[in-house]
């Protein structure tokens, strides 16, 4: 090949990478365009949970395009893999295009703080259907989204205790153990489950741990554990180590129930764990079937699949900025105010308002229990 | 704070053999490129986690094992477990002999300097994780149970299982084996030679192209039996296990005295140990920072590690 014709290429499919997703919408006859954005992980090992979060705003767009025919809604999906360092390289290709009004996500809380300065420059409004952690709305941290971050998901403040009563159902007078992975995610949420713990009657913290989430050899933590007599271990911490170390705490003959946080909140995690984990107990957030099953039937007719992981707020997340369209807010400016005001009813039947720093008054996290290999929702946590 | 340690310490000293014993072979491959070629197997980490997947391959897609079926019993049993051995130590010691050509023979060859072929290693080091991140969709990968964990005995309030006598037994015998090849064979003799004076041997007819492949392959070998035994153990693999492996080897050479065999047996051990007993007693946060200062301790006292005495010395 020709040297010039191959830098010359080089150059093209640079911008290709950088704007590839900014194909400007072509001004149809009939319909206008708008455009919203979706950023999270759509390859890589987190996969799942982002194309389960596409999924459930694609089913927004149609449900809405059906109601307003005058609408046509380009969604445009940007691949941050759950990862800050891709998400600093991808966002200021969305942040760029100036078609996109607003954006649903990001998924992750580290992709969300390496995305902030991109966004914040443009006044892109952001709803994040799973970003949980809590310095992203704390306006004393520096990494405080507002006035563009806002999340239809409850923060971690909130899935701690939820974790704990949930993971201490049913044992009476729980002997509890917790531990961490170390990460930015599970040392904080292992804080609110402690603290969540004191108001659950009868239960006592007995021992905890903090293990490296590079960690396969568990013995040392198993040990404790039985030292302490606990009843109850909970893990706050991600679900292939969670895999690796219910295995070992069965093996040592330990009965002790298992819980574990929304970072265990995998299919994969019973089918890592095979028998060993049944009866595992774990919060996360799940699909539309836990807060409406006709919506559900709906959504498997036209999208071939079942809603996954975070797809309610991902819907509903979606539904503010398609509200916003609708509304004739077609200026990112527009938008953002819109969505700072907004108040309006989630399919969960809660009321979405954001406080000023972007967070919701609720926290939708159900309990799931592994029966026959499969986390089957057990509804939410009250 | 020692009550963990007092009340669980045979069952943490089970289970810190088994996993020393890992190390031992893990580091093996260190110790052997080192001693013959005075340099650093930077992808013996990756060689391992090759290794873990040949287990994994054996038991799920030849035997048809899955999560869910029942572990294997009687000859099937030992033909599993032998196959999977055998498969893991075969496709650990090719990737060895591939790192081997790729990363430092032809360098070698052209006379460059070491740090060429140690970067060229910590190259095809990348590039091995990251084929199998590709192939593995960077999914973690379970591995069947195909040992039942049977609790064989209780001594002094320790279950002892199955899987850890079965690791510990065939680790030191494997061990053992590889010792003697080098001490007795005529090709490990070579290895010696060569690691003793390289253009010496060379003038004495030693093939050193051959005794460097050799040397990989036994040190590959080694990891990839590790390979095995870490996944009958732990039953759980991924792209990236290879790190956290691998540096836990490497340090338990060098705390044994790196080049030395013996060393790497003591080291591994050791390593194995301690890293139980700090996690148990300090937390398992403190566990690295236990296992560096005692590892600096030694270095303090003992710049060439517990055994480290010249390698020559030691072989011959």
Redesign the interface.
């Known amino acids: 090949m020709n040297k010039k014709i191959k830098s010359s290429l080089a150059v093209v499919s640079a911008a290709a990478l950088a704007f590839g997703i900014a194909s400007v919408p072509t001004a149809s006859a009939a319909a206008k365009t708008f455009t919203i954005g979706y950023q999270g992980p759509l390859s890589g090992g987190e996969a799942s949970t982002g194309i389960d979060e596409q999924n459930a705003v694609k089913y927004a767009i149609k449900l809405f395009e059906a109601k307003n025919p005058g609408f046509k809604i380009k969604l445009v999906s940007i691949d941050d893999q759950g990862d800050p360092a891709v998400a600093g390289t991808v966002a200021p290709g969305i942040a760029s295009n100036k078609s996109v009004l607003g954006v649903v996500g990001p998924a992750y809380s580290g992709a969300t703080i390496a995305s902030l300065p991109y966004y914040k420059s443009v006044n892109m409004a952001l709803i994040s259907p799973s970003a949980t952690r809590v310095s992203l709305t704390d306006p004393t941290s520096p990494d405080f989204g507002g006035p563009i971050f806002h999340r239809v998901v409850g923060k971690d403040d909130l899935q701690g205790p939820a974790l704990a009563k949930y993971a201490t159902a049913g044992v009476s007078a729980a002997k509890v153990f917790v531990f961490d992975d170390q990460s930015a995610y599970a040392v904080p949420l292992r804080g609110f489950v402690e603290a969540g713990l004191k108001k659950v009657s009868g239960a006592t913290l007995v021992g905890g741990d903090s293990v490296p989430n590079t960690t396969t050899d568990f013995s040392p933590t198993i040990a404790k554990i039985k030292t302490s007599g606990a009843t109850v271990v909970i893990y706050t911490g991600y679900y292939s180590q969670a895999a690796v170390f219910i295995k070992q705490l069965r093996d040592s003959g330990s009965k002790a129930v298992f819980a574990g946080g929304d970072g265990v909140f995998n299919q994969e995690f019973p089918k890592l764990a095979g028998a060993a984990a049944e009866g595992s107990k774990v919060t996360g957030v799940g699909g539309l079937a836990g807060v409406d099953k006709k919506m559900e039937a709906d959504f498997v007719k036209k999208m071939g699949v079942s809603s996954g992981v975070y797809s309610v707020e991902s819907f509903d997340a979606a539904n503010i900025l398609l509200a916003g369209i609708k509304a004739g807010k077609t200026t990112r400016e527009k938008m953002l105010a819109f969505v700072n005001a907004y108040s309006g009813k989630s399919i969960s039947g809660n009321t979405i308002k954001f406080d000023k720093n972007g967070d919701i008054s609720y926290g939708l996290f159900a309990g799931f229990t592994t029966k026959n290999g499969v986390l089957v929702n057990t509804g939410i946590v009250k | 704070m020692f ?2 340690l007092i ?2 310490f045979w ?2 000293t089970i ?2 053999i088994a ?1 020393g014993f890992i190390y031992v072979l893990i580091s093996l491959g260190y110790t052997m490129v080192y001693g013959v070629l005075r340099m650093i197997n930077f992808a013996n980490s990756e060689i391992f986690m090759w290794g873990t997947f040949g287990t994994v391959i054996t038991s799920r897609d030849i035997f048809h094992y899955t ?2 079926s029942e572990p294997a019993k009687g000859a099937k049993l030992v033909l599993v477990l032998v196959s999977s051995l055998v498969m893991s130590m075969l496709v650990a010691g090719l990737t060895a002999i591939f790192v081997e050509f790729v990363a430092y023979r032809r360098l070698r060859m052209k006379g460059t300097n070491r740090l060429a072929t140690l970067i060229s290693a910590i190259g095809i080091s990348i590039a091995l994780q990251e084929i199998m991140r590709l192939l593995t ?4 990968v ?1 591995a ?2 195909i040992l039942e ?1 049977i ?1 064989l005995t209780e001594i002094w309030g320790a ?1 002892i ?1 199955l899987d850890t006598v079965i690791t510990i037994i065939a680790a030191a015998l494997i061990f053992f084996v590889l010792e003697r090849f080098i001490k007795l064979s005529r090709m490990g003799k070579a290895i010696r030679a060569v690691s003793m004076n390289e253009d010496a041997a060379k003038l004495m007819g030693v093939n050193l192209n051959r005794v460097i492949t050799t040397t990989f392959l036994v040190g590959g070998l080694a990891t990839g039996a590790a390979g095995f035994f ?1 996944i009958t153990v ?3 693999t ?1 792209f ?2 290879g ?2 492996m691998g540096m836990a080897a490497f340090t338990a050479a060098v705390l044994g005295g790196i080049g030395n065999i013996r060393g790497a047996f003591f080291g591994g051990l050791s390593l194995g140990l301690l ?2 007993y700090a ?2 007693v300090l ?3 403190w ?2 920072v236990t296992v560096f200062i005692v590892l600096v301790l030694v270095l303090l006292f003992k710049p060439n590690g517990l055994f480290g005495e010249a390698v020559q010395t030691t072989r011959a």
């Open positions: 009550s963990v009340d669980q069952s943490l289970a810190g996993l999560q869910t969709h960077s999914r973690p379970g069947p149970r964990k609790i279950n299982r870490y732990f039953e759980y991924k990236n296990i790190f956290t890293e139980v996690s148990a937390g398992t946060q566990k690295a």
